[in-house]
């Protein structure tokens, strides 16, 4: 060992003396000796260290001379393991196979939609089927609106979402759904939840201003009439907004639609007569949007639409025009492949009359020209004097069917002008008083009034 120790309070390094500590001690727990934090021998000291060492040299000598251990045996190998035993047998959910009839609907929620089935027997009894059925004869997706036949499994017997469905089959084409020379008779039901045990109450919206939006100067009734130039009206006289209450439930709290118009139906005044009504708009009470997911919603075709109580939903005159229309089997609109983005109509996200090929297919308006291989031959001109669509409905509009690309041919296009003035007065100012080209939407066929 090298160096000095110095555990003395009473001298440091420095020279300088100090007062000692009143104790202090240095313990060796691996052996019995116990030496004062202060050592007045220097003889003393060395005794300390000389014994550490002699101790050190004793250890390191008699473990020199114990003789190597055995070397160690491998232990035997191990029996192999039984293979575990296989998983319990868990029996299958029981479910009951139900051969369902009725007009297959779309429900126009984001980002895919949903797929019911009215049954023939109860029209206001839907079941929710996994996806948009596929016809066994065909192997073609079957269309919204046609009656047809499937096999639905149910996990019981009151339940109306189908787990899978199985020999789906058209049973009848589906008839074009009117839209001119329509009147609405609209039944407008504005739902307040009461409280119950199983979730609290949500207030609804104010009636005097849902049916203001309806009624009143430049209302959704004007806003069909100009845009529609007349072959879509609301019977005025008709028109009914009518509060309802109906108690909360886990369904109702979840958003779940047919629920929802289930019980305000039951809960209407007996004085209505809801036979009497064409079209059922339900207006949701408060906070309801982020649990739905949407602010409006229709049956595509149907009668049947829902809305929020905000400026999204029931008081966006937009909103109100395509779920409505979508009553009556119109689809959104689309921009450059991408649904909703079509600014210029009220089927995408603007607050103006549908667009040039959606008027066509409505039967609002006509074209003022049909070009196609006969009609515009190759190396010709021809000259057309094209009047804002608002000023239809006849001629406002060139529908240009691309017939000498085939088989590139798949959908034709329109050509209409467009001005803020009547039902379009909301027309985005980048659209106004410019020539639009629009094609049908991807769900309509070139062959289908596209």
Not at 107 to 113: E, H, L
Not at 166 to 169: F, I, Q, V
Not at 385 to 389: G, I, M, S
């Given at each position: 060992m090298s160096g000095s120790i110095n555990n003395c309070g009473r001298w440091r390094t420095d020279g300088r003396h100090k007062e000692p500590q009143q104790q202090q001690q240095l313990r060796l727990r691996r052996g019995s000796l116990q030496l004062p934090n202060c050592s007045h021998s220097l003889s003393l000291l060395l005794l300390v260290q000389l014994a550490v060492l002699s101790a050190t040299l004793l250890t390191g000598a008699n473990a020199a001379k114990k003789p190597p251990p055995p070397p160690l045996r491998k232990p035997p190998p191990s029996p192999p393991k039984a293979p575990p035993p296989p998983p319990p047998v868990v029996a299958a959910a029981?479910?009951?196979?139900?051969?369902?009839?009725?007009?297959?609907q779309y429900?126009?929620?984001?980002?895919?939609?949903k797929w019911m089935l009215a049954s023939a027997v109860n029209i206001d009894v839907k079941y929710l089927l996994p996806g948009q059925p596929v016809d066994i004869t065909t192997g073609q997706p079957i269309p919204a609106g046609r009656w047809i036949s499937l096999t639905c499994f149910l996990p019981n017997s009151t339940a109306t979402t189908c787990s899978n469905i199985?020999?789906?089959?058209i049973n009848q084409a589906a008839l074009p759904v009117p839209s001119t020379d329509i009147t609405l008779r609209v039944l407008v039901m504005v739902v307040n939840v009461s409280a119950s045990t199983q979730c609290g109450s949500r207030a609804g919206a104010n009636v005097t201003q849902v049916e203001n939006a309806f009624l009143g100067p430049n209302g959704y009734a004007d806003f069909f009439g100009n845009c529609s130039y007349g072959k879509m009206v609301f019977d005025r006289q008709a028109l009914k907004v009518v509060p309802v209450a109906v108690n909360c439930s886990l369904p109702i709290a979840m958003c779940n639609e047919d629920a929802i118009s289930m019980a305000a139906k039951q809960a209407l005044p007996a004085d209505i007569q809801i036979g009497s009504y064409s079209h059922f708009v339900f207006v949701l009470p408060?906070?309801?949007?982020?649990?739905?997911?949407?602010?409006?919603?229709?049956?595509?075709?149907?009668?049947?639409?829902?809305?929020?109580?905000?400026?999204?939903?029931?008081?966006?005159?937009?909103?109100?025009?395509?779920?409505?229309?979508?009553?009556?089997?119109?689809?959104?609109?689309?921009?450059?492949?991408?649904?909703?983005?079509d600014y210029s109509t009220a089927m995408g996200s603007g607050d103006s009359c549908p667009s040039a090929p959606e008027l066509w297919r409505l039967g609002w308006a006509t074209p003022l020209?049909?070009?196609?291989?006969?009609?515009?031959p190759r190396a010709t001109y021809n000259t057309f004097?094209?009047?804002?669509?608002y000023l239809g409905p006849t001629g406002v509009m060139i529908k240009i069917q691309p017939d000498w690309l085939d088989p590139l041919y798949t959908k034709n296009l329109y050509l209409a002008l467009r001005m803020k003035a009547a039902g379009d007065r909301d027309l985005l100012d980048q659209f106004s008083g410019k020539f639009l080209t629009r094609s049908p939407t991807p769900s309509l066929s070139k062959s289908v009034g596209s």
């Open positions: 029981p479910s009951i196979a139900l051969i369902l009839k009725g007009r297959l429900r126009t929620t984001k980002p895919g939609g199985t020999n789906a089959m408060a906070n309801m949007a982020v649990t739905c997911g949407w602010v409006g919603l229709a049956e595509l075709p149907g009668t049947q639409s829902w809305f929020t109580p905000d400026n999204l939903g029931i008081f966006s005159k937009g909103t109100v025009m395509q779920e409505m229309l979508h009553n009556f089997g119109l689809y959104h609109g689309w921009k450059d492949g991408l649904e909703y983005e020209a049909q070009l196609n291989s006969s009609s515009f004097n094209l009047p804002a669509t």
